[in-house]
């Protein structure tokens, strides 16, 4: 019998596309409860870029920013969310950037056994 692990830690590595191309970068699995760490984005570029990030709720069909245009200073970095941010069945994190391939994103995400209550 194959067991599922109570904890399960992941971390993505990308760069960011413009809004024209905006992919859904990380979706929580069902049955799981998904808590991002750390949301870390790189400006690789001599100017400035902006960068968007949102959540797509599954449950309530809503989207919220987290950032909007938020601006990363050349050969900078920044940690686009402060804290920590749940996201449950099927709830989606877009995150885009000004410039194609100009800005570097390393999510560190948690993902635990939800039950219901």
Known sequence: MAT????LFKSL?????????VPTLYTAPSQR?????TAQTTNIT????TVTASISSAAFSTVTFLVSGFAIPPNDAANII????VLTDGDKLTVYCSQNNSVH???????TINTPA
Do not use: D, H, R, W
Not at 13 to 21: M, R
Not at 82 to 85: D, E, F, N, S, V
Not at 105 to 111: A, C, F, P, V, W
């Open 4 to 7: 599922v692990p109570l904890n």
């Open 13 to 21: 590595v990308t760069p960011l596309s413009t809004i024209g191309l």
């Open 33 to 37: 409860a998904a808590i991002i760490l």
């Open 46 to 49: 001599n100017s400035y870029q």
């Open 82 to 85: 402060l804290g920590k941010i």
């Open 105 to 111: 994103l390393t999510l560190s995400i948690l993902e």
